[in-house]
Nanobody, 124 residues
Framework: QVHVVESGGGSVQAGGSLRLSCVAS????????LGWFRQAPGKEREFVGG???????AYAKSVRGRFTVSRDNAKNTVYLQMNSLKAEDTAVYCC??????????????????WGQGTQVTVSS
């Protein structure tokens, strides 16, 4: 069992920045496929970005160039740096992990473990 806990959400004005952090348990963290999804009220959950064990990253088109996913294996932590935030980025952001995944997937079902989520609110 992998425990995933996010932190760092909050409220920010449009154009601002936030950094989300996510700690995932396990001794083989460096091998995990990690990612972020978000869900806004009344909308479907959507892939935001992901990072492989080789630090290959991929992003949704809507956040590319503004958001960055990174990882610190020594701290069992993955980050989501969000810049130039827009009102439409308002959502609950969830960190996800797949201990054996090799390739970034945009499908929620490809991730075994999920955090509880952290709210990000961007005011215009």
């Amino acid at each position: 069992q992998v425990h995933v806990v996010e932190s760092g959400g909050g409220s920010v004005q449009a154009g601002g920045s936030l950094r989300l952090s996510c700690v995932a348990s396990g001794r083989t963290f460096s091998e995990y496929l990690l990612g972020w999804f978000r869900q806004a009220p009344g909308k479907e959950r959507e892939f935001v970005g992901g990072i492989t064990s080789l630090t290959i990253t991929a992003y949704a088109k809507s956040v590319r160039g503004r958001f960055t996913v990174s990882r610190d294996n020594a701290k069992n932590t993955v980050y989501l740096q969000m810049n130039s935030l827009k009102a439409e980025d308002t959502a609950v952001y969830c960190c996800v992990a797949n201990p054996t995944g090799l390739y970034i997937s945009t499908y929620p079902t490809d991730y075994n473990f999920w955090g509880q989520g952290t709210q990000v609110t961007v005011s215009s």
